[in-house]
């Protein structure tokens, strides 16, 4: 199995834009949740069938919000439970206001030697208007404490297309994370998520979607900047100097199974069913039984998912793995993108070229049944 999933639902504040789920609530129900997490991962241990784990993830949310001490707890108690590999990935997405060196010092028994910070601009400005907490300057600071710890696999997120925001702002953005000590770096067009701030803020008129032109200039000079830095682009939205590349995410692009816990953690057996835990922290707390739904994919779903997945990928989706009248019919799809030089054919493998990538939705719903 590819690796294990732990959620935390927790953030200190809410961004604008953001439809994840979490809650600002406080400290007394981290403990809390902390408690039925480690019951889920102890109910479930059955459900894992390798001797070893190659990745753990802390995603959220916002993890490093947590306590350090309940940080530890989680960890210590995943180990225990789903003994690491020698080589673990062990990731925990932060803020970069919450990485201080005595943050850092806090973790020192834990195992994480990757971190994934939210950056999404270093322009001070934006940052308040899309309700990050944290500034610039932390940013610097965060990366540079990480460092100093020894902390080196260093991923940074950024946002493009966010309110009046120029390709020239965008360029500085870019520019500055790849002059940072970082080994990776993901990058994500800007959605306007019904139901946040941000889409009420629209709607009111007091900020405007960036263009479709703007949006495609800008993912060019993101590509052609990280490539120019030595960073491979080795999935849609991410880069990463050689040999940095996600070791979770990439197992979930190539369709590995892995487990996931906290509420609204999603699961995968790697043949056909899916669970997702209810994102419901009152009842996750409260019950026995984690709330859960699962659904078993259809062999339609199943080529869907497969497409989805593998196309994202700079690999792409290998077409001598689909069966014979899935294969055809992906090929008869897709050869409008061959020959509008969207998609290439690498050997057995159907590939996005780089004009394909910042297409790549249509596309991938082009080659879904
Ligand atoms: S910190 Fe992350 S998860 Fe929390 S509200 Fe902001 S974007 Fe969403």
Redesign the pocket.
């Known amino acids: 199995m590819a690796g294990i999933y732990i959620h935390v639902p927790f953030?200190k504040s809410?961004?604008a834009y953001?439809d994840?789920f979490?809650t600002t609530s406080g400290e007394a129900w981290m403990r809390r949740y902390a408690d039925a997490l480690v019951r889920e991962m102890a109910a479930r241990r059955a459900e894992w069938t390798l001797p070893k784990v190659d990745t753990l993830y802390l995603g959220?949310?916002?993890p490093s919000c947590l306590p350090a001490e309940l940080v530890l707890q989680i960890l210590r108690s995943a180990a225990a439970l789903y003994p690491l590999s020698d080589n673990a990935e062990v990731t925990i997405e932060a803020?970069p206001d919450d990485v201080t060196d005595d943050w850092l010092r806090a973790l020192g028994a834990a195992p994480i030697n990757r971190i994934s910070m939210?950056v999404q601009t270093f322009d001070d400005a934006l940052l308040a208007l899309i309700h990050r907490r944290h500034s610039s300057r932390q940013a610097v600071s965060a990366v540079d404490a990480c460092r100093e710890r020894g902390l080196h696999n260093i991923s940074l997120d950024l946002i493009y297309g966010l309110p009046d925001q120029t390709l020239a702002m965008w360029e500085s953005d870019v520019r500055k994370a790849l002059s940072m000590p970082i080994a990776h770096l993901s990058a994500y067009a800007l959605t306007y998520e019904e139901g946040t701030p941000l889409a009420r803020m629209r709607d009111n008129n007091k900020v405007a979607e960036a263009d479709e032109e703007l949006m495609s200039e800008m993912y060019q000079r993101l590509c052609t900047m990280a490539a120019e830095a030595g960073m491979q682009h080795y999935e849609i939205s991410n880069f990463a100097l050689p040999g940095c590349q996600s070791r979770h995410n990439s197992s979930y692009w190539q369709g590995e199974p892995y487990l996931g816990f906290g509420p609204g953690a999603h699961s995968y057996d790697g043949h056909r069913t899916r669970r997702w835990n209810l994102p419901d922290l009152a009842r996750y707390v409260a019950e026995a039984e984690v709330p859960m739904e699962y659904e078993v994919l259809s062999d339609d779903e199943l080529y869907d998912e497969y497409i989805m997945t593998r196309m994202r990928t700079r690999r792409g989706a290998d077409l001598s793995s689909l069966p014979d009248n899935r294969r055809e019919y992906c090929l008869s799809m897709a050869r409008p993108h061959l020959a509008n030089g969207r998609l290439r054919r690498e050997g057995n493998c159907l590939v996005l070229t780089q004009e394909g990538l910042f297409v790549s939705n249509d596309i991938i719903s082009d080659l879904m049944c």
């Open positions: 953030c809410r961004c953001c994840f979490s959220g949310g916002t803020n939210g």
